[in-house]
């Protein structure tokens, strides 16, 4: 429950910023580096490829988790209804993925073309990652309330 305002606009916006900061920051999914197990080589003592698979899927996702989870529980705590905020950010999303659709290169060096349709899929994976991320989180911040201090 709770009443959508102007300024939740901006929180979409922030969602959505924070969404591609956690898939193109440092360590990102985009970059061939996140791929490779030196990263998981410190927990691991033998060579054991499904859990190593597993600890570097745990370590790309972990970003993305903590966004979707940290926002819900700002939605919850704010009594803003996360429907109508997924909504305004899934709006937002697809005018910036049309942004993209348009910007498809058919013309020019493999790396051109490469790199168009790439962005292009990238923020269509991002709109259903953001989906999905909400309802996985659902059930984690539903009834979330702060506890107040007792007054002395």
Same mark, same amino acid.
């Not at 901006?10 to 440092?26: D, E, I, R, W």
């Not at 061939?32 to 190593?52: A, G, H, I």
């Not at 009594?79 to 937002?92: G, H």
């Not at 989906?131 to 107040?148: D, E, K, N, S, W």
């Given at each position: 429950?709770?009443? %959508?305002?102007?300024?939740?606009?901006?929180?979409?916006?922030?969602?959505?910023?924070?969404? &591609?900061?956690?898939?193109?920051?440092?360590?990102?999914?985009?970059?061939?580096?996140?791929?490779?197990?030196?990263?998981?080589?410190?927990? +691991?003592? *033998?060579?054991?490829?499904?859990? +190593?698979?597993?600890?570097?899927?745990?370590? +790309?996702? %972990?970003?993305? =988790?903590? =966004?979707?989870?940290?926002?819900?529980?700002?939605?919850?705590? &704010?009594?803003?209804?996360? !429907?109508?905020?997924?909504?305004?950010?899934? =709006?937002?999303a697809d005018m910036m993925s049309?942004?993209?659709?348009?910007?498809?290169? !058919?013309?020019?060096?493999?790396?051109?073309?490469? &790199?168009?349709?790439?962005?292009?899929?990238?923020?269509?994976?991002? +709109?259903?990652?953001?989906?999905?991320?909400?309802?996985?989180?659902?059930?984690?911040? *539903?009834? =979330?309330?702060?506890?107040?201090?007792?007054?002395?």
């Open positions: 429950g709770g009443v %959508l305002r102007e300024s939740d606009v901006g929180s979409a916006l922030v969602l959505l910023f924070l969404t &591609n900061a956690a898939f193109f920051g440092t360590g990102n999914i985009a970059s061939v580096s996140s791929f490779e197990l030196r990263s998981v080589y410190r927990f +691991m003592t *033998t060579f054991e490829p499904f859990l +190593m698979t597993a600890l570097l899927l745990f370590k +790309m996702a %972990l970003p993305f =988790v903590l =966004v979707s989870t940290t926002f819900g529980l700002v939605c919850e705590l &704010n009594k803003v209804p996360r !429907s109508a905020v997924l909504c305004i950010v899934l =709006v937002l049309v942004q993209f659709f348009f910007a498809v290169r !058919s013309q020019g060096s493999w790396k051109e073309i490469g &790199n168009s349709i790439s962005i292009f899929g990238i923020s269509n994976f991002v +709109m259903v990652m953001i989906q999905l991320l909400f309802i996985a989180t659902r059930p984690y911040v *539903t009834g =979330v309330a702060l506890l107040r201090a007792p007054a002395p």
